[in-house]
């Protein structure tokens, strides 16, 4: 199945680093930085900007043939390598065998970057680009790969074949292999200004208030603070989630998966920890914390979801794990 999604400008922080990069020389290169700050998004214009038919100092054009292909996800010359479970979630193509064998239930896909589709890139490295400018390969999220993955790249990163280049995009680029990263040109994501990103989210039609609310749930990440709006909760449903935990309202939490639940706990936890020693809460409003939760449950806590950070992917029964969860707060936010 291939994407129709239209082209859509880059965020204006994003299109200032690709122009940034783009005037840089380099076969490889590594965007690493936590979650949340861009780092497919400027894969992607540069692996465009670098196809493009008529590329300018600002990137791609986003009008010529190439730049249609890469919308549909249909290019020959961009491999695009990533675990099969983000390529589904982001409209691009499994490949035959793969897209077999996950319709004949013969296994799910994969959370990892596999090793077979890792030599299918590096055969398409040798191969001569089909439109003439050149081959691009995207690795994201780069930290997927596991060792036998990663080796399998090393050696095209090593000895590149002349016309294809390479971008990783990394949110954890400490979990990637030395050698990686020595054999790429590293940059590190830049955070968008408060202003720039309220702006920004204005401009995609929430309003001012929601928008700077919004971001401060979300640590300051606008693609985070888009994507929470766009589920559909209420604009003061964050707000909301001290006192419904401090009640052990399970029901909150019914539309989240088990990793946006832990990230939000985290962050009340955090925030709870915060303004016991005097620091700015840095997520929710200080008229949305209870005060009087004993530090020491705090910490503890803490390291709960610490805990289960680890085994949020593969819970034994999510529905337990969830009201596991919420006691573990609640206990922890009524510990007076």
């Known amino acids: 199945m291939t994407s129709e999604n239209p082209r859509t400008a880059p965020q204006p922080w994003i299109a200032a680093q690709a122009r940034q990069l783009l005037a840089q020389r380099g076969h490889a290169w590594l965007l690493h930085g936590?979650?949340?700050?861009?780092?497919?998004?400027?894969?992607?214009?540069?692996?465009?900007?670098?196809?493009?038919?008529?590329?300018?100092?600002?990137?791609?054009?986003?009008?010529?043939?190439?730049?249609?292909?890469?919308?549909?996800?249909?290019?020959?010359?961009?491999?695009?390598?990533?675990?099969?479970?983000?390529?589904?979630?982001?409209?691009?193509?499994?490949?035959?065998?793969?897209?077999?064998?996950?319709?004949?239930?013969?296994?799910?896909?994969?959370?990892?970057?596999?090793?077979?589709?890792?030599?299918?890139?590096?055969?398409?490295?040798?191969?001569?680009?089909?439109?003439?400018?050149?081959?691009?390969?995207?690795?994201?999220?780069?930290?997927?790969?596991?060792?036998?993955?990663?080796?399998?790249?090393?050696?095209?990163?090593?000895?590149?074949?002349?016309?294809?280049?390479?971008?990783?995009?990394?949110?954890?680029?400490?979990?990637?292999?030395?050698?990686?990263?020595?054999?790429?040109?590293?940059?590190?994501?830049?955070?968008?200004?408060?202003?720039?990103?309220?702006?920004?989210?204005?401009?995609?039609?929430?309003?001012?208030?929601?928008?700077?609310?919004?971001?401060?749930a979300m640590g300051g990440r606008p693609d985070d603070a888009l994507a929470y709006a766009a589920s559909g909760r209420e604009s003061n449903a964050w707000s909301l989630l001290p006192k419904a935990v401090a009640k052990g309202d399970v029901g909150y939490f019914k539309d989240w998966t088990l990793p946006q639940t832990i990230d939000a706990l985290h962050k009340l936890c955090h925030d709870l920890m915060a303004s016991q020693t005097g620091a700015a809460p840095r997520f929710f409003s200080p008229a949305d914390l209870s005060a009087g939760a004993r530090f020491s449950a705090l910490s503890d806590w803490s390291r709960a979801l610490s805990r289960a950070m680890r085994t949020m992917d593969h819970p034994f029964n999510g529905g337990l794990m969830l009201e596991a969860l919420v006691g573990q707060a609640q206990s922890a936010l009524n510990s007076r």
């Open 34 to 216: 936590p979650s949340g700050l861009g780092q497919y998004a400027l894969a992607l214009e540069l692996a465009r900007a670098w196809l493009c038919e008529r590329p300018g100092e600002a990137g791609a054009c986003g009008a010529c043939g190439s730049c249609h292909t890469i919308d549909v996800h249909t290019h020959a010359d961009l491999c695009v390598l990533m675990p099969e479970t983000t390529l589904i979630a982001l409209g691009w193509p499994l490949s035959e065998k793969a897209q077999s064998e996950i319709d004949d239930k013969k296994r799910k896909a994969s959370k990892e970057i596999r090793v077979d589709a890792m030599r299918e890139a590096v055969e398409f490295a040798q191969r001569t680009s089909a439109r003439g400018r050149g081959k691009a390969v995207l690795v994201y999220p780069a930290e997927q790969m596991n060792t036998i993955t990663a080796n399998a790249l090393l050696k095209t990163l090593e000895e590149p074949p002349g016309d294809v280049k390479f971008v990783l995009a990394s949110e954890s680029a400490y979990q990637l292999l030395p050698t990686i990263r020595s054999r790429c040109l590293g940059h590190s994501m830049l955070w968008p200004t408060a202003p720039a990103s309220q702006a920004w989210l204005q401009a995609q039609g929430l309003e001012a208030t929601q928008a700077q609310r919004l971001l401060m």
